[in-house]
């Protein structure tokens, strides 16, 4: 049987290593059974389209956003808020507890898939062709790219900037072709998919930390045997794991490349007004959805235990 895996990122990009490793260790223990392919660059489709897929059993796996998530669970909302994690330390800390983590990848399950692993994606930071960004007053007028997801688009209109969805597939063209002013994303899009070739200027606002999600469809993951179950779930680990090896010494590269050789200049406004102006998303996500509550409490517990260094 072939199992197909789709996602959005190039060959060199941490997410593809990983995977790669998944093939690899899959095979060695069920290749007589199994034959895994990974499918890079959108081959599949793009992120929403590769979702589906997933869904309808047309592919088995895809690496989607987490953003894209919350239009099939309302859950997935809580990890796309603006400020929500004080740290990198806090972010890692509560993806890795199952007890934060669990009912959000479960609550797929009746849309036909659910979440195996998470894989780091970074700080999300807004980059643009000719603005440079130190504050929210800074984005007015922009038109800036963001994730296809609600919370992105509030996130944006507060502010102040124009919220522009559409797939990351088409961010270079209409960067370059001036339909967009910017983007938001990690440093990896400024290298690996070109973005630093037109965008000069990298804020670090810091407004997310938005993991990635290899989901799984459904029917394909309840039809294991628990032997062959286990030694899937051993793989999703060790996605989770190579991923996040890869990541730190990827993030240096890519910064090292776009400073010195497409001349990206990289800026570190005040994070503060950016905050102050996402606030009140907290607050309102709190009301709307009031059964996240404890998950949101034990992510703040996190956050005093490994607060910001800044």
């Not at 037109?198 to 039809?223: A, R, T, W």
């Amino acid at each position: 049987m072939i199992i197909r895996i789709g996602h959005n990122q190039s060959t060199n990009h941490p997410t593809h290593i990983a995977l790669v490793a998944f093939e690899e260790f899959i095979e060695s223990k069920l290749g007589d059974k199994y034959d895994v392919e990974v499918f890079p660059s959108e081959l599949l489709g793009s992120q929403n389209e590769m979702v589906q897929l997933t869904q309808t059993g047309a592919i088995n796996f895809c690496v989607a956003s987490n953003s894209l998530l919350e239009t099939f669970s309302d859950n997935y909302t809580l990890f796309n808020l603006p400020y929500l994690f004080a740290s990198s330390e806090a972010y890692h800390a509560a993806m890795d507890d199952e007890n934060i983590t669990g009912p959000i990848f479960e609550s797929t399950k009746q849309a036909g898939f659910e979440a195996v692993t998470w894989l780091d994606a970074g700080t999300r930071n807004f980059y643009t062709v000719n603005t440079p960004i130190n504050g929210p007053s800074d984005l007015k007028g922009l038109k800036i790219r963001v994730q296809q997801s609600p919370t992105n688009v509030q996130m944006m209109n507060l502010l102040g900037g124009s919220a522009t969805p559409m797939g990351f597939g088409d961010v270079y063209t209409a960067l370059q072709s001036k339909i967009i002013d910017g983007a938001e994303n990690n440093e990896l899009a400024l290298t690996d998919n070109g973005h630093g070739d037109v965008c000069k200027y990298y804020s670090y606002d810091m407004h997310q930390m938005i993991p990635d999600i290899l989901i799984g469809n459904l029917d394909f993951l309840e039809g294991l045997s628990e032997e062959e179950r286990a030694i899937f779930d051993e793989g999703f680990e060790l996605v989770n794991t190579v991923q996040r090896e890869e990541w730190g010494t990827a993030v240096e590269a890519a910064k090292d490349r776009a400073a010195n050789e497409q001349g990206v200049q990289f800026l570190y406004p005040d994070t503060k007004p950016f905050q102050e102006a996402c606030e009140p998303m907290h607050q309102a996500m709190l009301e709307t959805y009031p059964d996240l509550a404890p998950i949101y409490d034990a992510i703040q517990a996190y956050n005093e235990q490994y607060p910001s260094e800044s």
